[in-house]
């Protein structure tokens, strides 16, 4: 039976709408009649049939209940923040949150008087709620937008096979193994760890498994930091449902396994995860390493490289032939730098090749080798392949021996633009650890043309970095002269909302570019050691990593305290 008209009442806002001229009483009791509009709020469908307009009433509302307005279309929707608020929440309210300070969460809403949507949002996020007043029209736009992404994001993220087909293989696969694997808990906390991390940045996920709970850490801007602690009962299901989606064996729980498992984030980004399992004490490690396709292509300029250094690396890589090393311990940035070199000398008229353990990123115009040495292809094999296979540039994933050394030094020495890592401290110990390894001198000499040494720093928050005061002759011993002083304080961090309390922001890095200069040839040639090369380079003005690092800290770009953790004076 059709409700009467009539009979329907009308909220306090819609009487002033209609006390004010804005709108006709007999459309809205029509509208609010209409069995069409189901469970959707009255403000919101009397907007949506044009019988009030959006912009009006939100001038309105504004002015009569002293609330700020926005324009939802200006504002960029932060993806971390509205997983703070129940998805369910959002659609029932027509709500979205904004962005927060403190405290207080800065709430995106139509209707000001619902009061029983801020006191649940409240409930749900333990926070205070502040109304900003945006267009009805917009926001359920926008809701809907954002509801169907987490939709897609969470139903979907798994690339391999089609939702149902992979619930299917869980199941089954459970059914042999741990049937917790089956529920639906785990399936959710996996998967959205795995979008948490991806949303955050980080580069590393550990999952550590102990007594009574199982740790889960998040590795971000080259800092471990303590995330979750779920109880101990998840920690099997959460291990075989990782294990199913990098199509590992799940009964097999004492020996360390590797997989890869690929995933997709609306609305077209896809990240691959490069998974180690390792049995411990209480259960298996798991460390996922994020592999963004993005990492591959950062631009030179956002290195971090000095203007000098800079213009030293770019001449090197322009080269046809020759050696270029770049050295640093694991995480410190330089696959990175090999790949914006590689980016840049991939236009289509070269051959590059890359050996690599593992390859972790494909790309496009690069020939790049998976090292394994299990069956023999080492690095010295895929070298030897290369030189058989008109290469113009090559890339060394890492000169591990005196077999990849020697063929690396004959490639750069035949017409072949070769780029290669080690494990050293700084540039100079790059030379000296190859005649260790047995690479004559006069090999060496002739065949480097630049050798380059890196750090990652994080960068200061740019929102809350302050200066801080710190004694002068610590900064002194760091390295700092007292002409460097005058009237100049560094800056450290704080920590705010946009920086998640760390005070820092990003990472960059520091360098030390030294090319092979015919003075350096000639301490190379008589045997130098490692601190005569050092002192050649100080003559000729290459920078220290900690010299760079000073410089970045006049400039207020890092802390003091970031430098002395990754740099020696």
Not at 363 to 377: A, D, H, M, P, S
Not at 386 to 410: C, H, N, S, W
Not at 423 to 450: C, F, K, W
Request: glycine residues 6%.
């Amino acid at each position: 039976m059709a409700t009467n008209p009539e009979h329907v009442p009308l909220t306090p806002v819609l009487r002033a709408l209609i006390s004010n001229g804005l709108s006709n009483e007999a459309q809205l009791r029509d509208l609010a009649a209409d069995p069409a509009r189901g469970k959707t709020p009255l403000l919101f469908y009397v907007v949506e049939k044009g019988a009030v307009p959006a912009a009006a009433l939100m001038a309105h509302l504004s002015a009569r209940y002293n609330a700020p307005m926005l324009d939802l279309d200006a504002v960029a929707i932060d993806e971390t923040l509205i997983r703070t608020v129940d998805k369910s929440l959002m659609s029932r309210y027509l709500v979205l949150p904004l962005s927060k300070h403190r405290d207080t969460l800065y709430l995106a809403m139509a209707d000001p008087t619902d009061f029983k949507a801020v006191e649940d949002v409240k409930f749900n996020t333990g926070l205070q709620v502040m109304p900003i007043l945006v267009e009805a029209n917009k926001l359920v736009k926008a809701v809907n937008a954002v509801a169907n992404s987490m939709q897609g994001g969470i139903d979907n993220i798994f690339m391999d096979k089609p939702r149902d087909e992979e619930e299917q293989e869980a199941f089954d696969l459970a059914q042999r193994d741990d049937a917790s694997v089956e529920d639906a808990p785990v399936v959710r906390f996996v998967q959205q760890l795995l979008l948490d991390a991806i949303q955050r940045g980080v580069s590393d996920i550990h999952l550590e498994p102990y007594e009574k709970d199982l740790r889960v850490r998040y590795r971000l801007d080259g800092v471990l930091q303590d995330v979750l602690h779920p109880p101990a009962a998840l920690r099997d299901g959460v291990t075989s449902r990782l294990k199913i989606l990098c199509r590992l064996d799940i009964s097999e729980r004492r020996l360390p396994q590797d997989g890869r498992l690929r995933v997709r984030v609306p609305p077209a980004r896809v990240i691959d995860f490069r998974v180690s399992f390792l049995p411990t004490s209480f259960g298996e490690t798991i460390v996922l390493r994020l592999l963004d396709p993005a990492s591959s292509k950062v631009p030179i300029e956002h290195l971090g490289f000095l203007p000098e250094q800079r213009k030293g690396f770019e001449e090197a890589i322009h080269r046809p032939y020759g050696m270029i090393l770049v050295t640093g311990p694991t995480g410190s940035g330089k696959t990175t730098t090999l790949y914006t070199a590689l980016n840049i000398l991939n236009t289509g008229d070269s051959n590059i090749s890359t050996a690599e353990d593992p390859v972790e990123i494909p790309v496009y115009g690069i020939n790049q080798v998976n090292i394994n040495e299990r069956i023999g292809l080492t690095f010295a094999a895929a070298l030897r392949s290369f030189l058989r296979q008109d290469p113009d540039i090559i890339m060394v994933g890492e000169v591990r021996d005196l077999e990849t050394a020697e063929t690396a030094i004959k490639a750069a020495q035949t017409g072949h633009l070769v780029l290669a890592t080690l494990h050293t401290n700084d540039a100079p110990q790059s030379l000296t650890r190859l005649e260790n390894m047995g690479i004559p001198t006069y090999n060496i000499a002739g065949a480097v043309h630049l050798v380059m040494a890196q750090r990652l720093v994080r960068k200061l928050c740019t929102h809350c970095k302050k200066p801080l005061r710190i004694p002068e002759q610590a900064l002194i011993e760091a390295g700092f002269v007292a002409e460097d002083l005058q009237g100049w304080r560094p800056l450290g961090p704080v920590g705010c909302d946009q920086c998640n309390k760390t005070g820092y922001q990003g990472r960059m890095g520091l360098y030390q570019v030294m090319p092979v200069s015919d003075a350096m040839r000639e301490v190379i040639m008589r045997g130098g050691t490692s601190l005569d090369l050092a002192r050649q380079a100080a003559q000729e003005g290459v920078l220290t990593m900690r010299q760079s690092g000073l410089r970045r800290i006049k400039e207020g770009v890092t802390s003091l305290e970031e430098v002395l953790r990754v740099t020696n004076l």
